[in-house]
C-alpha cells in the first residue's frame, strides 16, 4: 500500500475512485524514463505485465456503470508507451460510453520521448476529444526544441494542454528557477497546473522540501507573473484524503472587516458582506 491508499480506492485493478465524478485508470506500467521520486514507482518498470484483457474490460464496466463518472484519467506508468492502436481502442470504447464527458491522458512522454507526438498520433488522438493532456515538466532546461515540438503538435490538434511539477530539493526549489519555468510552459502553450509537495516514498527524502518553500515560490509567482503563470500549490494528503491547495497568506479577518495582503506586501482592507446585507464602505 502506498501513502495515497490508492489501492484501497481501487474498485477493480488499475481504477482509482477517490473523488465523486472522476476516475484515474493506470492503464500502462511502462515510462520512457524511470523517476527518482516516482509515487507509482511500486507499479511501474521491473517488467510488469501489462493490464490484462479482463482488466480492461472489468474497468470499461465499472465507468460504464457508475454514471457519476464524467471524466476519466488515463495514467500510468505512461499511458503513450502504448501503440497507437491499442491507444486508439481504449478511447473509442471510452467514447462510446454516454456520461464520459472528458478524458485526459496524464503522460511526460512531450518531455522524456518527445518524437513519440508524431503527426499520425496527433491526428488520431485529435478524434476523440474533448481531450486533455497534463505533462510533467520539473526545470526549464526540460524545454527542448524537441519538447517544444511535440506540445505545439499536441496544441495544433486542439488538446489543451497542463503540466504538473514535483517540488523537489536541489532541482527546482528555487523561485527564479520555478518561475522560469512556468514562464516558458506558457511559452510553449502549456498551462501551470500543479506544483506538487512531494510524495512520501521511500527512498526520496533527499528531495523533500518543507511546505515554507513551496509557499515561498507561489509568493514569488502570485502577481508578479501572469495568473496564467501560476499554477496550484497542493499536498496530496495520506490516506487517500484528496489534495489541498496551500497559498501564501493573504487575508486576515476582524469582524467583516477583512485585510487582504497584496504581492507588494500592502495591507488593504476590505468589507465583507454580512448575513446578506451590503455594509457602506468607510471613508
Ligand atoms: S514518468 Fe511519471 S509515472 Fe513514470 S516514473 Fe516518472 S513520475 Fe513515475
Known amino acids: 500500500m502506498n501513502s495515497l491508499c490508492e489501492e484501497g480506492l481501487s474498485p477493480v485493478p488499475g481504477l482509482i475512485h477517490r473523488y465523486p465524478d472522476r476516475v ?16 507509482r514507482k511500486r507499479q511501474v518498470g521491473c517488467a510488469r505485465p501489462a493490464p490484462s484483457e479482463a482488466a480492461i474490460d472489468a474497468a470499461l464496466h465499472y465507468i460504464a456503470s457508475s454514471p ?11 499511458p503513450l508507451l502504448m501503440e497507437d492502436d491499442r491507444l486508439a481502442d481504449l478511447l473509442e470504447r471510452l467514447r462510446r460510453i454516454p456520461h464520459v464527458e472528458i478524458i485526459r491522458i496524464g503522460t511526460r512522454v512531450p518531455v522524456t520521448l518527445p518524437e ?6 496527433c491526428r488520431m488522438v485529435r478524434r476523440f476529444h474533448p481531450l486533455y493532456v497534463n505533462t510533467h515538466f520539473n526545470h526549464p532546461r526540460e524545454i527542448t526544441p524537441a519538447s517544444a515540438l511535440a506540445c505545439a503538435r499536441l496544441a495544433d490538434a486542439g488538446i489543451p494542454l497542463g503540466n504538473q511539477t514535483v517540488l523537489l530539493k536541489g532541482v527546482n526549489d ?88 497584496n504581492y507588494r506586501g500592502e ?6 458582506v454580512t448575513n446578506g446585507e451590503v455594509t457602506t464602505p468607510r471613508g
Open 267 to 272: 495591507i488593504v482592507e476590505y468589507r465583507d
Open 116 to 121: 513519440r507526438i508524431t503527426p499520425r498520433f
Open 68 to 78: 457519476a463518472v464524467r471524466d476519466v484519467i488515463l495514467s500510468g506508468g505512461d
Open 24 to 39: 484515474v485508470w493506470v492503464i500502462s506500467n511502462s515510462c520512457a524514463v524511470y523517476c527518482r521520486f516516482c509515487m
Open 174 to 261: 528555487d523561485p527564479a528557477v520555478m518561475r522560469e519555468l512556468m514562464l516558458g510552459l506558457l511559452r510553449i502553450r502549456v498551462k501551470p497546473y500543479y506544483i506538487h509537495q512531494m510524495d512520501l516514498v521511500r527512498g526520496t527524502c533527499h528531495f523533500r522540501t518543507p511546505v515554507a518553500t513551496g509557499i515561498a515560490v507561489m509568493e514569488a509567482l502570485r502577481g508578479h507573473v501572469s495568473g496564467l503563470a501560476t499554477p496550484y500549490y497542493v499536498i496530496d494528503l495520506a490516506g487517500g484524503e484528496g489534495k489541498v491547495p496551500l497559498l501564501p497568506d493573504y487575508a486576515s479577518r476582524d469582524g467583516d472587516l477583512l485585510k487582504l495582503r
